[in-house]
Every structure is written in C-alpha cells, then in structure tokens.
C-alpha cells in the first residue's frame, strides 16, 4: 500500500438529517465511542447552528472523543461559523466542516448569489474557520453538477485561504461512476495548489451508485470518504462506510490505498446505530445484512464447505459477525455485566445507573435464557431514553385475543405524572393497544411506518418494534424492545410520543427547513 484513506463518518450529522432519525446527546456519545474503537479518522459530530441540543451534544462529544477528529459542520456564514467553534474548541482534535452550494440551480434558485459572491463567502469563511481551528474541510455543496471552471477557481481559492481538505459531494446522487471519477482526476489536474490539500468525497444514494462513486473518486485521488454507518442518511442516504471500507480492504489489487479501520468493530457499530436510530438493517444488505453470509442454495453451500472461498469473498469473523455469541445468563454476576458492558464500549458513570442496567438485564434474563451482546445494547438504549424527560411512561398492558372474537387491550400508563388506564378493542392486539394510548393521548398523529424484527435468534428473542409518527409536519422514530411483541410496540409508541412532545425544532443545513 502506497496511500492512507481517511474515513470521515458522518452518522451523527447527515445520518440524523434521515427523517425520524434525531438522536439525543448521550446517544451520539454511545455512537461516538464505538466509531472511535471502530477508529475512524473523523466523527462529524453534528451541526451546531441547528438548536442548542444540537450544539450541546456536539460540545459533549467533543470532549468524551480522544482519538478520532471531532468535526462540527457550518454553512459558510459568520454565525454557523462562529458556533461550530464554539461546539468543538474542547476537542483533542477539532475541525470545521463549512460549505456553500456551487451549482448553477443552487447559487440561483436557493441562495439567489452570484458565482462570485459565492466565492468570497467561501473564502471568508474557511480564514474565520482557520482562526479558531487548525484544521478546516471546505465542501462545494452540489458538485456534481457545478461547473468545473468555476470548482477550480473555488478550491484554488479555498486552499490559499488555509482549507486542508476539500470535498466534492455529489449532494443529489445524480452523477455516474465513470464521470465522478473523471471529474475529479480533471480537477486534481487543473488546480494548481491541488497537492496541498486532500482531496474528499461525500456521496448520496439516489440512484443507488453512492458507494460505486465513492470509490471511482478514490481511484482517480480522492483520500478521504465521507460516509455513515448502514448507509443512513437524508431520502435514500449516504454512501456505505462498511461497503467502502470492505470494498478497498477486499480488492487490494484494484486500490493503492487502504484504511486504519478495524474491521472487526463494523457489526457491532451497524447494530448500534439501527437500534439508536430505529432503522432495521435489511437482511440482504451487504456487510451487515443477516443473510450476507448465508448460503442457502445446495451448490453454493457445498463449494464453501470445501474451500470457503469459493463463494465468500471475506469472512465473516473480520467484520466482527463472530461477536453475536451468547455472553450472560440469569446467573451471571454485577461484575461480569460490567465487564462485558464494557468491552462493548458502554460505561457507567455511577453506581446507580450500573444498578439499574443491571436490575433490567435480570428482569430480562428471567424472560430469557440466553443474553446476547444486541440484547444489551438494546437494554442500555432503553435506559437511556428512561432517564429523559417523559411525559409518559407504560407502566402494564393486558391483552385478550381469542379466534373469532375482537381483540382487547387494557392499558396503564402515567401521564405527566398521573396514573391513567384505558381500554379498547381493535383489529389486532397491536391495533387494540395503541387505541388504547390515543385515549389517553389523543392527537391528529399518522403512524408511518411499523416494523418488528427479532434481536437475535430463538422463539425466545426480544422483539424490537420501531414506528414512525408524523405530527404537525414533524417526523419522528420510537423504538420498543420486549419479549412480548405487543407491550414492545405499546413501548414504540409512546417513545415516539415523547419524543414528539419533547423534542425541539432543528433546521437542515442544506435546505434551511425546520424539522
């Protein structure tokens, strides 16, 4: 290997823009410290113009991360600027992430500049970056269908005025391999400073080629990926960091370069991120899918027996699928909980809270015999959203369902600090027991989406529900895990509810609209 890739992660920035996805601070720190074991080379922590939270959580991950660079984004304009500063000054290693857009349809239709104004903004805002920060990223917002003159006086412009790293995204997933690639190799020509600057990708899914970009720009240059974790990120998402990163690892004879990540650290980063977010991984998803190292046919399941590399181009144990084993039983002590907890880079920052988690883990080892490591992270993920601020929490559900009749669902919840029950009937258990929360939160919501997938294997699995509300124009995820599907949906749903009562109006740094 010639050539160090840097794998920029954008999870907790660009992620979080996918609707329903908004996570709070001591999740992004949860999520931080795994991208850090899983060692990549910058966390965009977030975007601090967005609302105070989002400031907040960014300052918070600033000072809990050590080894990865912690970078806040800012449009190019002197407040976002001045924040994404303020956000990461405690950092070991900061930087700034400011961008402009630069397509003809942008600068007039959005930002109603002209090229060259754009330009100076440009300019003005990476020297305010420089001198907060040592180390600041420009980014040409819609790059892909800029014009090349106009991205070459830009970048020269930006590298004089002290950007370390540019970026060239393809903001709406519109370009082709074959001509992202072409681009950029054109670009590196053509800048004259380009030598003194690394050169970034930053891709979006649309038409499904973000990863195929991606990696055209690193063939033709590029030395850093911008990406997140399963994909995730606004309408079909972000290029793939597992993707990436195995691509580059898997074919070393197509690619000069190669990444500091710890591969084994993938799986679980993936299973994090799906159960802090309430995005299920699809099972046919490569890397992380649950059938992405599954052979089912006759033929293929001989040949892999025989010589394992017949049919499978890595193995699973690299991107860390030999992890998912069974790790705590009912008979397991405190300090085994602990121990394993942390090996699975959640720590506890008080006796109480480890008495708690682990007070929860016995409660759920009763229901369960086996514990796996997905378990506790779901177990820990319901901590937390415990300990925010809740107007309402389950507190007993009973159901009754028979063949022939109507389903029936009693409900106990308290309700800003009110003990209320409701009862109703439905077209299902599930149907029965929400109706029986819009009694007593009653609302003009529209569930979305409804999804359960099982945990882990076994008849005995908690299942986790996730479910999608929209209110008022708002969009929000709740996530619930049981070993009864139904009191997990009923969990879903009220953490959706909270979240809908509880979280503040944010705006996207790229179309400025509240969410």
Not at 40 to 66: C, L, N
Not at 233 to 240: D, F, K, Q, V, Y
Not at 355 to 367: E, G
């Amino acid at each position: 290997m010639n050539d160090r890739l840097y794998i920029f992660d954008t999870t907790l920035r660009d992620g979080e823009q996918s609707p329903g996805a908004s996570m709070t601070a001591a999740e992004k720190i949860r999520i931080a410290r795994q991208l850090e074991k899983l060692r990549v080379d910058v966390i965009e922590a977030g975007f601090p113009a967005a609302s105070e939270g989002d400031a907040d959580a960014v300052r918070m991950v600033a000072k809990e991360i050590s080894d990865s660079r912690v970078c806040a984004l800012a449009r190019a304009n002197p407040g976002d600027v001045a924040k994404a500063a303020e956000a990461v000054k405690d950092a070991n290693a900061p930087r700034i992430h400011t961008f402009i857009a630069t397509s003809p349809i942008h600068m007039q239709a959005k930002l109603r500049m002209a090229p060259g104004d754009v330009l100076e903004k440009a300019v003005q805002a990476v020297r305010q970056a420089r001198d907060s920060v040592d180390d600041v990223e420009f980014s040409a917002e819609d790059a892909g269908r800029s014009e090349e003159d106009f991205l070459c006086r830009l970048f020269e412009a930006v590298i004089d005025a002290g950007a370390q790293t540019v970026n060239i995204p393809d903001t709406v997933g519109y370009t082709m391999p074959h001509q992202f690639g072409e681009m950029f190799t054109r670009l590196m020509h053509r800048i004259p400073n380009a030598d003194k600057a690394v050169f970034s990708v930053h891709c979006h899914n649309d038409l499904g080629v973000a990863v195929a970009n991606s990696l055209a720009a690193v063939q033709s240059g590029a030395r850093q990926v911008e990406c997140t974790i399963n994909g995730l990120g606004e309408r079909a998402g972000n290029a793939s960091l597992e993707e990436v990163v195995m691509a580059i690892r898997t074919r070393r004879d197509v690619f000069s370069c190669d990444t500091a990540i710890d591969t084994t650290q993938i799986l679980p980063a993936s299973r994090l991120v799906a159960s802090v977010t309430g995005f299920p991984v699809q099972p046919n998803k490569a890397i992380v899918g649950a059938n992405a190292f599954a052979h089912e046919a006759g033929i293929h399941q001989d040949g892999v027996l025989k010589q394992r590399d017949t049919y499978e181009i890595m193995r699973a144990e690299d991107v860390g699928w030999s992890a998912n084993r069974i790790v705590l039983g009912k008979h397991s002590g405190r300090t085994a909980f602990r121990e394993r907890m942390s090996a699975l880079g959640i720590e506890f920052t008080s006796d109480a809270e480890l008495n708690a988690a682990f007070t929860r883990f016995k409660d759920l080892a009763d229901k369960k015999h086996e514990i796996f490591d997905d378990d506790l992270q779901v177990l820990v993920s319901e901590d937390a959203a415990k300990e925010e601020n809740q107007a309402l929490r389950f507190i007993s559900l009973k159901t009754v369902a028979e063949t022939g009749s109507v389903p029936v669902a009693d409900l106990s919840l308290e309700f800003q600090g009110q003990h209320q029950s409701s009862s109703a009937s439905g077209d299902g258990l599930v149907d029965a027991a929400f109706k029986a929360v819009e009694k007593i939160v009653p609302g003009s919501r529209t569930l979305l989406l409804y999804s359960v997938n099982a945990i882990t294997a076994g008849s005995d699995s908690q299942g986790e529900v996730s479910v999608r509300l929209q209110e008022d124009g708002r969009i929000v995820n709740g996530q619930g895990a049981d070993t009864d599907i139904v009191v997990a949906s009923v969990k879903a749903y009220i953490n959706g509810l909270n979240k809908l009562q509880g979280a503040p109006h944010r705006f996207n740094p790229q179309s400025g609209e509240t969410i």
